[in-house]
């Protein structure tokens, strides 16, 4: 994981808010990229003056918009018998995909909106959104304001974590130790993350059948 958070905090500096774009997109649709190590990274330059705090919220909005709308159009193209059979080839087996479905339906443009906040049901919410042929509009509506409020979540997050320590620049290994340091603040941020999910994962359960 160390090598991970190095690698991605690169990236970040290297691409600029392009590279927040593509990398919020990807981590948008089912591309297994946690936004937690896109985000911070780039709040931190943010901090250091390279780039804007607001930029920083406004590139991961965008990417995450455009990453959600093409998995629903995806979904809504594809059908669901398709991918019912083979969305387990993309990390979205018929278990996730009825859960999403059923929050979708319990929730509706709230859920969309929630939904951004919540570990691994953000990644998956296009796909029952655009299977079920929700109004395109208000699902734009509703990811753009959820994942603004995230991005805006992690930007502080990593400012606040990281920002005061301008050496960290030029010295990845001084990155890591300092993330160990505060590694509370992590902790207790996937903590909460965990209690989100876990409390989706409830509420979407199906009903035990009576006898």
Known sequence: MSNWVGIWFQWVHDWGYPGIVIL???????????????????????AQGRYSFTGVVLAGTLGSYLGAAATYWVARWLGRPLLVKYGYLVFCPEDKLLRAERWLDRYEAGGIFFARLVPVVRHLIGIPAGLVRMPFGLYSIMTVIGSGLWCWILAWFGGNLLGDQPELIHDPSLLLHVLRQR??????????????YVLVMRLTAKPASSN
């Open 24 to 46: 919020m997109a990807m981590e948008s649709s089912i591309v297994p990229i946690p936004s937690e190590i896109v985000i911070p990274p780039a709040a931190y330059w943010a």
């Open 183 to 196: 590694s509370w603040l992590f902790g207790g941020f996937a903590l909460l993350l965990c209690a989100l």
